[in-house]
């Protein structure tokens, strides 16, 4: 089976497990490809023939690692060995059908915002007391099985469209996705003098600048 192949399944529940079949090759790899430099270091002295399949191995490991690297990104899941990020879902938006819409004003008056600031104990004290609770904790239990839509996969990894947080720059978001960039996490290395030769001034790119800033304090959350 190739590797473009396993994500040719239809559920959302399967690429999530494929995702992660993927990252834990990736790490294991990486820690082989470790323990080889290490083996090797390890050797006073080593034979031509030794130091060749050495080299061979882990020129496949670091060549299959890139090529595991090349299909998660390009399904937009993040991998970084150092650090990554998620980014925060709002309870009313995970919950947004209309019938938990006694559950996302409970929960709001509880100053519970986001879905990381949930957990199955404060669902459970509102049950018997708000509506379709037990449909709140089963479709809450299925997200923390990593079991959840797509869309909602997205936000959690790339955060909000652009095109919603820069709603008043129209111009500002053209030129973004004339380079492709349509999520907030695509700007997290963005050359904001760069918009100098398209014109906008230097109070301009400084709220861009900042709005960004401001929207990583706020919804973004180191894994």
């Not at 990554?84 to 947004?96: A, D, P």
């Not at 904001?192 to 709220?207: N, P, V």
Request: with cysteine; glycine share 2%; net charge neutral.
């Amino acid at each position: 089976m190739g590797l473009l192949s396993i994500f040719k399944k239809n559920s959302d529940e399967d690429y999530l497990n494929k995702i992660s079949q993927l990252e834990e090759i990736i790490k294991s790899k990486e820690k082989e490809i470790a323990n080889l430099v290490n083996e090797v270091e390890s050797f006073n002295k080593f034979t031509p023939r030794q130091l060749e399949v050495f080299e061979k191995n882990l020129k496949e490991n670091r060549e299959e690692i890139q090529k595991l690297k090349k299909y998660l990104n390009a399904y937009c899941i993040p991998y970084n060995t150092k650090e990554k990020y998620t980014y925060k879902i709002e309870v009313e938006r995970f919950f947004s059908s209309s019938r938990f819409q006694e559950l996302n004003r409970t929960l709001e008056e509880n100053n519970i915002l986001y879905l990381q600031d949930l957990n199955l104990d404060i669902l459970e004290k509102f049950s018997g007391k708000v509506k379709n609770i037990d449909d709140a904790k089963k479709r809450y239990g299925e997200f923390l099985n990593k079991k959840m839509s797509w869309d909602i996969v997205t936000q959690l990894n790339k955060g909000e469209r652009i095109s919603k947080i820069y709603s008043k720059s129209r111009k500002f978001i053209n030129i973004l996705g004339d380079e492709y960039l349509e999520f907030m996490d695509d700007i997290k290395n963005y050359d904001f003098d760069s918009l100098f030769e398209y014109g906008f001034t230097e109070e301009q790119i400084k709220e861009f600048r900042e709005k960004r800033d401001e929207y990583y304090l706020e919804k973004r959350v180191v894994k």
